[in-house]
Every structure is written in structure tokens, then in C-alpha cells.
């Protein structure tokens, strides 16, 4: 599973879906030049976001996080 939620809707939705011992191994901090990497963020998108959000939170605009789940 992937997605752009909060921690706790992540691992709320995995509990939903059967799994327990959900664990998170991982937090990671994304900039900018993080999301330049992944084509969802277009150029427009990527503009947007320098405009919009403060300079100073540009080097922290999200978190990735490794969660390991069991699920039998």
C-alpha cells in the first residue's frame, strides 16, 4: 500500500484491511527536491508548491514512512 495520508489513516486502513503488529520501522523526511524525483509532481504542481508553501518549510513538506504489518 501507498498513499499521500497521515500516519494514523495508514495505519487505520491497515487495520481495516486484517493486519496486526503494525510496526513503523522508518520516518523520513521529504523536501522539494524530494518530489522532484517522482513524476506526479509536475512542473506546474512543483511551482505551485514553491509559491505556496513557506520557504522555510521547503525542505520538509512531508514524511515517508516504512511500515511493516503482518497479515495472515
Known sequence: ???ALTER???GKLERAGFWEIEVLERTPMGI???ELYPLFTEELLATMRRLIAPERLERIAVCAV???TRS
Open 67 to 69: 511500515i511493516r504489518a
Open 1 to 3: 500500500m501507498a498513499g
Open 33 to 35: 527536491a524530494d518530489c
Open 9 to 11: 489513516d495508514f495505519v
